[in-house]
Structure formats: C-alpha cells, structure tokens
C-alpha cells in the first residue's frame, strides 16, 4: 500500500484492502465495487488485481522483499516465544510459511476481508508445518473487534501495508485498535506508506519513484494517473500520528527499521 507515485502498482493501487469499516462515502467514475473492500478507486483484490498481486506489490512497494526480511528479523528478535499472534491483511500469505517457523508455540489469526486473496493464503500454507496453528477469518479490523476479537489480547500484532489506504481519521481508529490487541510486553510490526515532513523531499522522492516505476515499463501516462491519485487513493502515514495515538494507547515509541522512498517499517512495544 501506498501513497504516491513510488508505491502505487501498475493499476493504481496499494496492498491492502478495507480492514476498517469504512464510513466516509467515495464516489467517481473510476470506483471499482469489490464484494469484500466496497468502494475503492481501481482497486479489486477479488479481481485482476488480486490475481496479480504478486507481481504488481513489488511494482508498488520499494524494496517490498527487503521490508519483509527486515520485519521477519524483528519477529526472531522480540517475538519467537510468543503464544498468540495477529496478521491483518496477509494478503496471498507468501510470508506465513515464515512467521510460523520463527514462532513455533504461536498459533495465529490471520485476518482477510478478501475472499480470493484468503483463498490465496490458504494454499500459502498448505502442507507447511505448523498449518494447523493459523486461523483464518474472511473479516475486516473494526467488526473483527466487536465479535471475534472483542477482548483478544496477542503477544504479536502485523500489520503491512494496510493503513494507507485510509483517511488521517481512520488511520488513528486503527492505530488505536491495533494497540488495543497488543498485550503487555507484546510487538506490534507496522509498514505503510508515509511521507516526510518537509516537502522539498516529498517532490525529490516522488520524483525518484516516478522514475523508478518508469524503469520497470510503466508509461507516462500510467505514472501520471498515479500522481493524480495521490493522497486521493492512498494517505499517508505521518509519523508524528502513529507517535502519537500509539503513545496515547501507553506503547514505546516506534523505532524506524526501515525506509525506501515512501515505504516505512516500524516496530513497536508495549512495555512490561
């Protein structure tokens, strides 16, 4: 997911879908209806681009390989022990196999509101060992927090690419009830899409990503309906917001573990 240029895929889109019950209405001409993310602008994770979605993420995410080795590092370094841990938005789930060997005891809930890209996942798993130890829920965050995850606690909570495909508001709501899942002494892993603060630099990385995207077949045409749909599509992630409403939720300050152009990973603790 994503919000500019450097990290929008091939159709104008980011990594994730709706996992937050989304009450602001959306309209235009090039709104895509899909079963399980309602209105979003060129985006269909039950259609062509779910399909494609392995090819099109590394299209929108600079160094999407690389941010996920560096997180599933975090996860061996702070997480290895943990009983329960939370993935919203896996996606086609290429990176379970993975979580579930770094963390062997934990059994996890992996939280789809798609139903292609949860099928997807399920075939990521299948036969690995530890299988047994993932549930998997076709639901979105906020009604997953009033039903089946109404009072859950986990030792791990990952979140990828998924935040900036909503409004600032939005993005404190779920800021807020990713904190609320996160228990005591537990790791949230967070990456989204976020912007620097002085906008010089904006303009100088939407620059190198337009170019990049340029290098891997995009036209001019395409690059320019992504600049068009930025902060429209995709929101950034400020960093001073997930500070702040994490700190408000009494979480550790984040610690950056990476950056490429737009592309940010955080990890975050709740302190014993």
């Not at 993310?37 to 390989?65: A, C, E, H, Q, W």
């Not at 859950?152 to 904190?179: E, P, R, S, W, Y």
Request: charge should be negative; charged fraction near 20%.
């Amino acid at each position: 997911m994503s919000g500019s240029i450097a990290q929008l895929s091939r159709e104008g889109s980011s990594d994730a879908g709706k996992i937050v019950d989304d009450e602001t209405p959306v309209s235009g001409q090039n709104r895509v209806k899909s079963q399980a993310y309602g209105l979003m602008p060129s985006l269909d994770f039950d259609g062509d681009y779910g399909r494609t979605y392995k090819s099109n993420i590394r299209d929108s995410v600079p160094g999407y390989d690389t941010l996920h080795e560096i997180g599933l590092a975090a996860v061996r370094m702070t997480s290895s022990q943990s009983l329960k841990a939370l993935v919203v938005g896996p996606g086609p789930g290429e990176n379970m196999p993975s979580l579930l060997e770094a963390c062997p005891k934990a059994r996890f809930t992996l939280l789809e509101p798609s139903e292609q890209m949860l099928a997807f996942c399920k075939e990521s798993i299948d036969g690995v060992d530890g299988m047994h130890r993932c549930h998997l829920q076709q639901n979105g965050l906020m009604e997953a927090c009033k039903t089946s995850l109404k009072e859950a606690i986990f030792d791990l909570v990952i979140c990828h690419n998924v935040l900036h495909l909503f409004n600032g508001d939005q993005q404190t709501k779920m800021l807020h009830q990713l904190a609320g899942l996160t228990g005591i002494g537990g790791t949230l892993l967070l990456s989204a899409f976020s912007e620097p603060e002085k906008v010089s630099v904006t303009e100088s990385f939407l620059a190198l990503g337009g170019q990049r995207l340029k290098d891997r077949g995009l036209t001019e045409e395409q690059v320019s309906t992504l600049l068009a749909s930025r902060n429209q599509v995709v929101f950034s992630v400020d960093e001073a917001r997930v500070r702040t409403a994490l700190g408000a939720a009494d979480m550790a300050p984040p610690l950056q573990l990476y950056q490429a152009l737009f592309a940010k990973l955080w990890l975050i603790q709740r302190p014993n």
